[in-house]
């Protein structure tokens, strides 16, 4: 992992150490260790310069944190962008980053060159057990063996079951609503009802894990969701210190208290749902449905103590470890997809009529979508990958360089951190012209064809991309057709477009949705043209 410019991982990890005086010297003399640690930044700073990339000039220790100051953050890539072209370096403190602005690139980057890209740098410092193992951030042979079980576990799930699974959730999602349409005809927030829904639901059809958060907030998973998103807001100046001076991390998450109080919480509860699922089903002779079923009953090669081959099913720990990861990669997401598709319908009326005549055609006014109903449903699918492109939940994805390599002329040094910028792709006129206007038929296949594949990854891509995006695409829609069988959705008094926004690090409503929603009338739709 070392490289001729001296920026390895473990040298800049140093680095840092060094630099923030964390780390005695050993036997060098203090003038030694001083003109070492100067040659070093020296060479440190400038690798941008060697390598012939365009960037903001970094001062040393803290890189271009001044640009980000007190500013959001997606606005200065966007500036970047402008200034620096596609492809341009900037340092994050000590750690040079290459931000890609390019559909080629990021291709090569997240699929031609993953045995150099497989790592993903951490996105939340405050991490506890059992978050060392969550597939989000773990990597090599323990990844590769964690996704191979997840994986086929999501490909063996019982889709039907876990669709019709959501119908109770559904059922008391609606009377919620229903209450709230009652006592604010004018309008109210639909977000905190909407991570309820999306909670309950992927928690009771993927675990069969009973949260209930619409009726009970103080839900540990509801907590949870909050604290964790909370902790790893850019917002959150301790976490964001950490990110960019990781060997800080151990002093500063000492005030993380809340959030690693509800995270032990968190994984206690999962330990028992564990232990009772295990308890309550014969495996030996009940079908497996959902995914823990999957993932509990699932085996797999490994080596005992003796180093031999042997067969063996995932222990309890491991299982919730998988748990955890695949609860940490929907909280956040799903909710703010949702919100976000319903804001755009709110905006966009005869988009919104469309999507309604296709919900009815495939499912009435009443019925619960099966399966086959929601994989017809692809003008829905449109306008949520719209709602996505101008409100890109994910703006990104990122991955460590592991291996000194040059890519269609541009350097990569092992240690440096990649920044694939797609939110970028996504106002940009040349891929998607007038890209202020909500214009689902740009994801039509026609459309589709004639841009880059790259220019639109919602949920990333390469043997990294999303474990859970089907699922996470059922229930969006789920939700959807719930809303718009009963109401029409329309702007409130209080609707802001465009809507404020922060990034947790997920990009998600900053203060819900508002929104009025007016019931529908029984009886046939209006057929929209066109
Ligand atoms: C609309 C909802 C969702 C969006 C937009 C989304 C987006 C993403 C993105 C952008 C990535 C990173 C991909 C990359 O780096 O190339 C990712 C990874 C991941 N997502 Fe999702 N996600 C969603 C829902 C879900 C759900 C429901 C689950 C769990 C059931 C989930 C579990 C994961 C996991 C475990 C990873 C890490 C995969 C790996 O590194 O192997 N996501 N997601």
């Known amino acids: 992992m070392s490289s001729d410019n001296g920026i ?13 005086f964390l780390q005695p010297p050993n036997n060098t003399t203090k003038v030694h260790e001083a003109n070492h640690v100067l040659g070093y930044l020296q060479k440190l700073y400038s690798v941008f310069e060697r390598i012939n990339l365009p960037g903001p000039k970094p001062k040393w220790v803290i890189g271009n944190l001044k640009e980000f100051k007190d ?4 606005e200065v890539f966007k500036e970047f962008r402008k200034k620096y072209g596609k492809i341009y370096g900037f340092f994050e403190g000590f750690r040079p980053s290459i931000v890609v602005n390019d559909p080629e690139m990021t291709k090569e980057i997240l699929v031609k060159h993953f045995d150099k890209f497989g790592v993903r740098p951490v996105y939340n410092p405050f991490t506890y057990y059992p978050d060392h193992l969550n597939l989000f951030t773990t990597s090599g042979s323990l990844w590769k063996q964690q996704r191979s079980i997840v994986a086929t576990a999501f490909n063996k799930i019982n889709m039907e079951k876990a669709v019709e699974n959501v119908k109770v959730t559904s059922d008391i ?11 604010h005809p004018e309008g109210f927030n639909i977000a905190t009802l909407l991570d309820g829904f999306t909670l309950d639901a992927f928690a009771l059809s993927a675990f069969n894990y009973e949260v209930n958060s619409m009726d009970d907030p103080d839900a540990i998973l509801m907590q949870f969701m909050t604290e964790t998103l909370n902790a790893a807001s850019t917002e959150n100046k301790l976490a964001g210190i950490c990110r960019v001076y990781e060997s800080l991390t151990p002093i500063l998450k000492i ?20 232990q009772l699922t295990r308890q309550q089903k014969n495996y030996t002779t009940e079908s497996t449905d959902n ?3 999957h993932i509990i009953t699932r085996t797999f090669s490994s080596r005992d103590e003796e180093g031999k081959v042997v067969r063996r099913a995932l222990d309890d720990e491991e299982i919730i470890a998988h748990l955890h990861s695949l609860i940490g990669g929907g909280l956040g997401t799903l909710n703010a997809a949702l919100e976000f598709v319903v804001h755009c319908l709110a905006m966009n009326q005869p988009e919104q009529q469309r999507a309604y005549d296709e919900i009815f055609a495939q499912c009435g006014l009443n019925e619960h979508p099966t399966v086959a109903a929601l994989k017809n449903m692809e003008y829905l699918e449109m306008v949520m990958n719209e709602a996505l492109r101008l409100y890109p939940c994910a703006p990104g994805t990122a991955r460590m360089c592991t291996q000194d390599c040059t890519i269609n002329g541009v350097e990569f040094k092992a240690g440096m951190m990649i920044r694939v910028m797609a939110f970028t792709l996504y106002e940009d006129e040349e891929y998607f012209p007038q890209p202020k206007k909500f214009m689902p038929e740009r994801f039509n296949t026609a459309a589709k064809k004639e841009r880059h594949p790259y220019t639109f990854i919602p949920f990333g891509q390469g043997p990294r991309i999303c474990v ?9 829609k789920i939700a959807l057709v719930k809303i718009l069988q009963k109401y029409v959705i329309v702007p409130s008094s209080k609707t802001q477009d465009p809507l404020p926004t922060v990034l ?12 009025k929603l007016v019931p529908r009338r ?9």
């Open 8 to 20: 390895s991982v473990q040298v800049y990890y140093k680095l840092t150490r060094t630099a923030l």
């Open 71 to 74: 500013r959001n953050p997606l």
């Open 173 to 183: 999602f609606l009377a919620k609503l229903a209450k709230l349409v009652e006592y």
């Open 255 to 274: 005030f993380d208290y809340k959030h690693r109080r509800v995270h032990m919480k968190h994984v206690e509860k999962m330990r028992q749902m564990v």
């Open 291 to 293: 995914l823990l079923d």
């Open 468 to 476: 859970g995006m089907k699922f996470g695409i059922y229930l969006i």
């Open 504 to 515: 947790r690090p997920m990009l998600a409503p900053r203060h819900g949705v508002f929104i």
């Open 522 to 530: 029984t009886g046939p739709p209006v057929i929209s043209q066109g």
